[in-house]
């Protein structure tokens, strides 16, 4: 099976048929995500994102804001940059603190983090590149908590990262949140099928 790149009109159920099967959708994605969820560090959790994963968050807009045909084009134009080309694997990552004050003084200090994420197979180090739709830091230096990267992989980056049990790292090398997670089988293995 080919590997989808792009969310097009042609994707987009109407309203009324996503709605009737809504629940069904959504434990079909829920399911696909399981496998996509990293936790790196004590704050930082990554979901890479897929052609599956940008699908339901479209029909998710769409059915919640029910603005109808005039909509599609605006949400396929804000998601489709987070559907894997082919070559990359990209994350949402989030930084997740419950206490507003601790939350706020953390992100103060991370300004930049967005551009210390990396994926590590087979030695060679991917380095991550921040979502250019917006600077997540601002001019003094806290952090947004929702930060987009890409990760672009050569071909022999590719077949590293499909080779089964291959040891994969995620990690961020802030100087205040320098923390490494290594990939479950089961998450290489999601995430090997976004190359095309």
């Known amino acids: 099976m080919s590997v989808k790149t792009e969310l097009t009109r042609a994707d987009i159920l109407p309203w009324a048929d996503y709605a009737r099967d809504r629940a069904e959708h959504r434990r079909r994605i829920t399911a696909i995500k399981r496998h996509r969820r990293v936790e790196v560090g004590p ?6 994102e897929s052609f599956d994963t940008m699908w339901l968050q479209v029909q998710e807009m769409l059915h919640i804001e029910r603005g109808g045909e005039g909509q599609i084009p605006e949400e396929l134009a804000a998601y489709n940059p987070l559907v894997p080309k082919g070559r990359e694997l990209v994350a949402t990552f989030m930084i997740e603190i419950d206490d507003p004050l601790r939350r706020a003084r953390v992100l103060a200090g991370l300004g930049g983090v967005e551009e ?4 590590e197979v087979g030695g060679v180090r991917v ?11 601002t001019a003094d230096g806290k952090a947004s908590s929702v930060q987009f990267v890409h990760f672009p992989f050569t071909d022999a980056e590719v077949a590293a990262f499909r080779e089964p049990s291959a040891r994969v790292i995620l990690g961020l090398t802030h100087p205040n949140y320098s923390h490494m997670a290594v990939l479950h089988e089961a998450t290489r293995a999601a995430l090997a099928s976004d190359f095309a």
């Open 43 to 48: 704050f930082v959790t990554f979901y890479f």
């Open 127 to 137: 380095a991550g590149k921040a979502e250019t739709d917006q600077d997540r830091t």
């Open 116 to 119: 210390t994420a990396f994926i």
